[in-house]
């Protein structure tokens, strides 16, 4: 009998393999822990998603966000990327003010209160930011990775 001669599912072409498994011993974590130097998200010694806590991801992808680059919401980000030339000895307020300004709905919904901002601007044309806060959530004290921002 050809391919075409008899409907999907009467011949072997329509059936399913019967696969026994093992049940999933892992739950997805609520929110994926993301690398902002590799631009890809952590994985763990066995293959799988690293998890963050929600807050903690949504502060990291904010501050790693440049304002008006999201269509979608182009209120979200900071503007230190978005910077075109600005005094050396002005970098570090200016950088600070933005960090604030973007994170100031987090800081609002009282998710997070941000003890101090860190800012490196050494190499000519680079912004590195680090940004230590506690998860009001999680009553924890968070530090950022090194979050590097063309400016």
Known sequence: ??????P?????????????????????????AFNGLTKDYELDADGQYKGVHPVDAKVFLILRTAVGSLRSAPDIG????????????RIRAYAQDQVRRALAAVVAAKEIRIE????????????????????????????????PLAA
Not at 1 to 6: E, I
Not at 16 to 31: E, F, G, L, T, Y
Not at 132 to 138: A, R
Request: aromatic content about 6%.
């Open 116 to 147: 101090s901002i860190t800012v490196d601007s050494a190499a000519r044309g680079r912004v590195v930011l680090v940004v230590t806060y506690v998860n009001l959530i999680t009553l924890r004290r968070q530090v950022t990775p090194p979050i």
């Open 1 to 6: 009998m050809g391919f075409g001669s008899a």
């Open 78 to 89: 900071q503007g230190v990327s978005n910077l075109r030339y600005i005094e050396r000895d």
């Open 8 to 32: 999907f599912g009467t011949t072997p072409f329509g059936l399913d393999a019967q696969v026994i498994s093992v049940r999933r011993q892992r739950k997805p974590p609520a929110a994926l």
